[in-house]
T-cell receptor, first 114, second 110 residues
Framework: DAGVIQSPRHEVTEMGQEVTLRCKPISGHNSLFWYRQTMMRGLELLIYFNNNVPIDDSGMPEDRFSAKMPNASFSTLKIQPSEPRDSAVYFC????????????FGPGTRLTVL | GENVEQHPSTLSVQEGDSAVIKCTYSDSASNYFPWYKQELGKRPQLIIDIRSNVGEKKDQRIAVTLNKTAKHFSLHITETQPEDSAVYFCAASIPGKSTFGDGTTLTVKP
């Protein structure tokens, strides 16, 4: 298995632009998580899907952030419009059934908003 | 909601010494406690985990202990090596959610 796949690995954009991050979870995993990591705030859970349904989005910073999971093998995290304070590494992770199971992280997307 | 506190935030040890990182949690319903290691520029990866029905688990040089009464759990690394240098995160999971600690930067000096 290739593990969790994220794209792009690096993204540099200008303030105000739309950014879309993509994630393919491990096949057979039913839970998917989006995290944001910064030096200041550490690792923050943004949103958690189970069986493609958003279960907990309390970590989504504001309306500029949205996430979708149209099927079991694909999820997107969109930021529109982007701001410099959104610069961070965004990780996608998946687990077999629930957060109580081991989470496998993707390689991350390093986002820089100028 | 769950609150996880991790200490210390930084830890420096001499190669061969032991390192201990501690986490406390607030929600007594938490039942799964993983530890992740994140090397510089890489993704967090699970190194060991423990469930609430077990008090201790060991895997070679790494061990985790859990005290459910006191709501704390610890990571123990023995005979540390330079390649153990990384950021270590604990987490506490209740059904439906995992909460991560803020991380501990471990430096092992050769």
């Amino acid at each position: 298995d290739a593990g969790v796949i994220q794209s792009p690995r690096h993204e540099v954009t200008e303030m105000g632009q739309e950014v879309t991050l993509r994630c393919k979870p491990i096949s057979g995993h039913n839970s998917l998580f989006w995290y944001r990591q910064t030096m200041m705030r550490g690792l923050e859970l943004l949103i958690y899907f189970n069986n493609n349904v958003p279960i907990d989005d309390s970590g989504m910073p504001e309306d500029r952030f949205s996430a979708k999971m149209p099927n079991a093998s694909f999820s997107t995290l969109k930021i529109q419009p982007s701001e410099p304070r959104d610069s961070a590494v965004y990780f996608c992770a998946s687990s077999l059934a629930a957060p109580e199971d081991t989470q496998y992280f993707g390689p991350g997307t390093r986002l820089t908003v100028l | 909601g769950e609150n996880v506190e991790q200490h210390p935030s930084t830890l420096s040890v001499q190669e061969g010494d032991s390192a201990v990182i501690k986490c406390t949690y607030s929600d007594s319903a938490s039942n799964y406690f993983p530890w992740y290691k994140q090397e510089l520029g890489k993704r967090p990866q699970l190194i060991i985990d423990i469930r609430s029905n077990v008090g201790e688990k060991k895997d070679q040089r790494i061990a985790v202990t859990l005290n459910k009464t006191a709501k704390h759990f610890s990571l123990h690394i023995t005979e540390t090596q330079p390649e153990d240098s990384a950021v270590y995160f604990c987490a506490a999971s209740i059904p439906g959610k995992s909460t991560f600690g803020d991380g501990t930067t471990l430096t092992v000096k050769p």
